[in-house]
């Protein structure tokens, strides 16, 4: 697997971030959906790659993931596998990939917002694996009984 900046243009990115944002509506109250659009991915405080799958042959996308700059703490944003490449541990190379650049930044901790509902455990028990724990909102975020809010101390 391949990580690169990931061009918000590509048509398979788009459909990527469609389904995202789709799911997000399918199991989260409106109230509680904090995932970016394509034109807030866009935000020079923001840093999105793709990971892809290329075997020599094909090369395919398989998930995409974001870091927020939050004063000198990162957010990680639109973390999503594509659903035939879940379970090739696409989610976890992403997530290695933005720990390692919020560390290169120098930040003191790298936290996430997630859904509380059974479709969000796969994630919370990926971060879980990777140190992070359970802690209060952050940011601009307000407790909310349909979030889980992560956090990775860097330091």
């Known amino acids: 697997m391949k990580i690169i900046p ?3 243009d590509a048509p398979a990115v788009r459909t990527l971030i469609s389904e995202h944002l789709q799911d997000m509506r399918a199991n989260s109250p ?3 959906i904090h995932a970016l659009d394509l034109s807030e991915l866009r935000s020079p405080r923001l840093s999105f790659w793709t990971v892809w799958d290329d075997d020599g042959i094909h090369k395919r996308l398989a998930g995409c993931g974001a870091l927020k700059e939050l004063d000198g703490e990162g957010e990680i944003k639109t973390m999503r596998t594509v659903r035939t490449m879940r379970g090739r541990g696409a989610a976890r190379f992403m997530l290695e990939h933005i720990v390692s650049e919020a560390r290169a930044r120098n930040f003191s901790r ?7 509902q059974d479709f969000f455990h796969p994630a919370r028990s990926l971060y879980a694996a990777h140190g992070f724990t359970t802690c209060p909102p952050f940011g601009d975020y307000t407790e909310d009984p349909n979030s889980v809010f992560m956090t ?3 330091r």
């Open 152 to 154: 990775l101390p860097l």
């Open 30 to 32: 409106a109230c509680s």
């Open 6 to 8: 990931g061009d918000l």
């Open 110 to 116: 790298v936290s996430l917002e997630t859904g509380s």
